[in-house]
């Protein structure tokens, strides 16, 4: 049984949550998930994260990329910063473009939103038998709400850990 963490009414749907972790992967038994700020926003990012794993999904990297900040920065190690739209394009191409067989397991830990800023952290496993790839770590990304209103990824970070490998055993 998935549980949530409460904060005030706030809710999220076992099915949109789902949807957002993009992978086989579910929730870890007996970890709750937090959320902060207004319920409409957090319905919101959920959304931006669901149409961002489909798009990578499917190896639509302009998908992907139009779902970042025009000013964003993609943090990883290993390589340069990469930042603007192009970078997040060179980036998913070069790691999720169509008929890459690299698999992307999440699990969220928190969101929580702060007037146009908002921030996602979780768990992340990356396979690619291929290559020999199993790439375990914690995420982070912060949102922002453009002049339009429209939440993008501003800030992409992650950092190696294994407690990433604790997603291979949730299947």
Do not use: C
Not at 15 to 31: D, I
Not at 35 to 45: H, K, L, M, V
Not at 97 to 110: D, H, N, P, Q, V
Not at 148 to 166: A, E, K, N, V
């Amino acid at each position: 049984m998935t549980r949530h963490k409460r904060h005030g009414a706030i809710r999220i749907p076992a099915l949109l949550l789902a949807l957002f972790v993009g992978s086989p992967v579910g929730l870890l038994a007996g970890e709750d998930i937090q959320f902060e700020g207004n319920q409409a926003d957090i319905d919101a990012i959920l959304g931006v994260f669901n149409d961002w794993t489909a798009a990578r999904n499917a190896g639509d990297v302009d998908a992907v990329a139009s779902m970042y900040h025009e000013d964003m920065q993609i943090m990883t190690r290993n390589r340069a910063l990469l930042s603007g739209r192009q970078g997040a394009r060179t980036f998913y191409a070069e790691n999720y473009s169509s008929g890459s067989e690299r698999e992307l397991y999440g699990k969220m830990l928190e969101l929580r939103v702060f007037d146009d800023v908002a921030f996602v952290t979780g768990l992340f496993l990356v396979v690619d038998e291929d290559d020999g790839i199993e790439d375990p770590g914690y995420y982070l990304n912060v949102l922002r709400r453009n002049d339009q209103g429209r939440w993008l990824i501003y800030r992409d970070i992650d950092t190696p850990s294994p407690d990433g490998l604790r997603l291979k055993d949730a299947d």
